[in-house]
């Protein structure tokens, strides 16, 4: 007979494998279910590819200038003595815009003077001494010699005095140059010197923007420059004020790059209008022929793979990346000249959660029209 005590010990072991065993389908079958996990499907924003198109615009900032500016400077050295005028100043024409001592100028049209008064006295004893030498030659009293001496020292005397004369006009004209005047009306755009400042002949001292016409300066860096020619009509918007809008005319375009930003510095002249002042901002923009046709789609739309632009086209409910060629950018999109084409359908937004072969969900399309609006509006 067997006794209980023995028959618990030997179905010990058995319900130990009998556990074992329970465990090991357990997780077989929560493996199975991990396996049964149904694939996610992402909603996506897209907008479809439009008509190509073979222009693309061109925005860029300046200010506006004065088509003269005139940097003003004595024609002589000195020390000034008095500024006139101000920044905003409007001047006339002759009107005094500072002065420097001329002192010694006017000691020296003294002594032009005093020259020229000497000279005059010995014009006129030669030209008596030449009067006594032809009567004496008349009357066999004077060599030939002599009396050509005499004419000699009288035509040198006349020479000496007509010196003397110019030294006294260039003394007088020094003074003169001791007042700095305006040549033109305008208005002071800068002052670069300052009473008591000691200058030289040409130094700057005071700029001048010339009444009339104004242009707008912009600086065009040289993969754009060969679209910009004189005669170009561009659009030209202020900050100041968007509702004004001008057409404008590309006047001149610089003949070689800044040495430092490596620019083109092109001038835009404006039609005449009073709301337009001296130093406004603006915006330039110019309507190019890209040589080829192009695409927009949103900045949002463009991503990054190995280095190289990509956008996520989406085929029979799947993603996939595809290459492309971007032209230029703007402020609202990017403009593809390669890799797309005319009803394709690009990922607009959360390209960095895009995967190849990715299974997304298209939005209405009511939303695809509205998402398509605003992808004209880049255009």
């Not at 039609?271 to 337009?276: G, H, K, T």
Request: charged content about 25%; some cysteine.
């Amino acid at each position: 007979m067997i006794s209980f005590k023995t028959f618990n010990a030997n179905l010990r072991p058995l319900a130990s494998l009998a556990l074992v065993s329970l465990l090991g389908v357990g997780l077989s079958a929560c493996s199975e279910a991990k396996t049964e996990t149904v694939e996610a499907i992402r909603p996506v924003k897209v907008v479809e590819i439009a008509s190509m198109g073979t222009t693309r615009e061109l925005d860029y900032s300046g200010a506006v200038k004065a088509r003269t500016e005139m940097n003003l400077g004595f024609r002589v050295a000195g020390k000034i003595t008095e500024r006139v005028v101000n920044i905003g100043d409007k001047v006339k024409s002759g009107d005094l815009l500072a002065r420097i001592d001329a002192t010694d100028y006017q000691l020296g049209v003294s002594t032009a003077e005093a020259n020229l008064q000497a000279a005059e006295k010995q014009v006129e004893t030669a030209r008596l001494v030449d009067d006594r030498a032809a009567q004496l030659f008349a009357k066999k009293f004077a060599s030939e010699a002599q009396r050509e001496q005499a004419s000699l020292a009288y035509k040198q005397a006349s020479s000496q005095r007509d010196a003397a004369l110019s030294s006294l006009r260039q003394a007088r004209n020094q003074v003169g140059y001791a007042e700095l005047r305006a040549d033109q009306n305008g208005i002071v755009t800068s002052v670069n010197a300052d009473s008591g400042q000691v200058v030289g002949a040409g130094t700057p001292v005071v700029a001048v923007a010339v009444d009339g016409d104004k242009e707008v300066q912009i600086a065009v860096p040289e993969l754009e420059i060969a679209q910009f020619q004189p005669g170009k009509p561009v659009k030209v918007s202020f900050w100041s004020d968007d509702k004004l809008v001008l057409d404008g005319t590309v006047r001149e375009v610089a003949g070689s790059a800044d040495a430092q930003s490596r620019t083109f510095s092109v001038r835009v002249s404006l039609p005449d209008d009073n709301r337009v002042l001296l130093g406004m901002s603006a915006t330039i923009e110019a309507s190019v022929n890209n040589g080829k046709e192009f695409v927009s789609i949103p900045l949002s739309a463009l991503a990054k793979q190995d280095g190289k632009d990509i956008v996520w086209v989406v085929n029979d409910e799947q993603v996939h990346a595809r290459g492309i060629k971007v032209a230029s950018f703007a402020d609202a999109g990017v403009q593809v000249a390669d890799g797309l084409k005319p009803g394709d359908i690009v990922v607009a937004a959360g390209t960095q959660f895009m995967a190849e072969n990715l299974k997304v969900k298209l939005p209405t399309p009511e939303q695809r029209a509205a998402s398509n609006e605003a992808t004209a509006a880049i255009r």
